[in-house]
């Protein structure tokens, strides 16, 4: 019944932007954290962002400073926001909604 649908995924340049999209069809949107994943080609899937419902956020190290999460409850959207993108960025992503809903995955490939 839960479905998360995520888009903006491609091809982008390094030092690009991009921007993902996940679309949740949960009436409770608002009470559950959302978090990014990544799963880089031929590696384990990472955590990369979470933001909780009172608008804690937190990063992995790696992309702090350049990729930023955001969520609005009304459309029942979260975001992720990324910039200045590097090769080592590439891989399928996903979203999370809590306790344990995932979206299908979005692949961005940073390459030249």
């Known amino acids: 019944q839960v479905q998360l649908v995520e888009s903006g995924g491609g091809l982008v340049q390094p030092g690009g932007s991009l921007t993902l999209s996940c679309a949740a069809s949960e009436s409770t949107f608002s009470s559950r954290a959302v978090r990014w994943y990544r799963q880089p080609p031929g590696q384990a899937r990472e955590w990369v962002a979470g933001l909780g419902t009172y608008g804690d956020i937190n990063y992995l190290d790696a992309v702090r400073g350049r990729f930023t999460i955001s969520r609005d409850n009304d459309k029942k959207m979260t975001y992720l926001q990324m910039t200045n993108l590097k090769i080592e960025d590439t891989g399928v992503y996903y979203c999370?909604?809590?306790?344990?809903?995932w979206g299908q995955g979005t692949l961005v490939t940073v390459s030249s």
């Open positions: 999370y909604l809590g306790p344990d809903i």
